[in-house]
């Protein structure tokens, strides 16, 4: 399918889509009304209209949408259809959070390594997974194909090992670091920011 230029907002809606398309199939559903999908996602039936129509529908009027093909189709939108080799710098307690969720790998995001520079946790291993010096990760990089790098770092190192990955070969980042990482143009970053998420939070309970 030839995809068009696609709003950010409607990719952001993307994952939900995604997962609760995902939950459906786990219970056998295999097809739903856009009303249906409407109240299980808390968003108008319309805008579930709009949302895929930009990918041409998939909808048929009078059967709603089978829910085995949307999945796919949202899975091929968002780049699932592949395996992600990822690696996890910063093996502390938000760094062994990550690596202790299996549902990661499920969407095809496989831990392969982390990385950290305490001597207590270089050598331990998280779920099977070996943490690492990371006085070793450029020759790492130098020797495995990494897709994505999960940096849980105190943001005083984060820029430094950000850099260092990118020369490395990373082209994608999942940044937990709380400061805004400047890099090369072609290297994609994700920030995760959870206070963010609770201040939004915060501001609804005193807006309620
Ligand atoms: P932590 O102190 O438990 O773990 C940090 C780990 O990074 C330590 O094991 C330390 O040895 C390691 N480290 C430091 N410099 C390194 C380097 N250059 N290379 C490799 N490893 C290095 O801290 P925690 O609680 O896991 O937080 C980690 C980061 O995540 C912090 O920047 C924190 O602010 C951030 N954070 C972000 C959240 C978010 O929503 N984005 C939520 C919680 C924490």
Known sequence: MAEKEISLAVIKR?????????????????????????????????QIRQDLNNFGGFGQQGYGYNVEYLHTEIGKILGLTRKYHMIIIGAGNLGQALANYTQFEKNGFVLKAMFDKKQ???GQ???????LNAETMGQ?????????????IPKENAPTVAMDLVKGGVRAIWNFAPT???LPEGVKVE????????MRLS??????
């Open 120 to 122: 207590e946790l270089i």
């Open 140 to 152: 790492y990089l130098k020797e495995h194909e990494v897709d994505i790098a999960a940096i849980t």
């Open 203 to 208: 501001y609804n309970l005193k807006n309620s």
């Open 191 to 198: 920030n995760v920011h959870l206070a963010d998420s609770l």
């Open 125 to 131: 291993t998280i779920r099977g997974v070996k943490i």
């Open 14 to 46: 993307l994952p939900k889509y995604y997962r609760n398309l995902g939950e459906l199939l786990e219970n056998n559903v295999e097809r739903i009304s856009s009303k249906e999908l409407s109240e299980r996602m808390q968003v108008t039936a319309s």
């Open 180 to 182: 805004d990482l400047h």
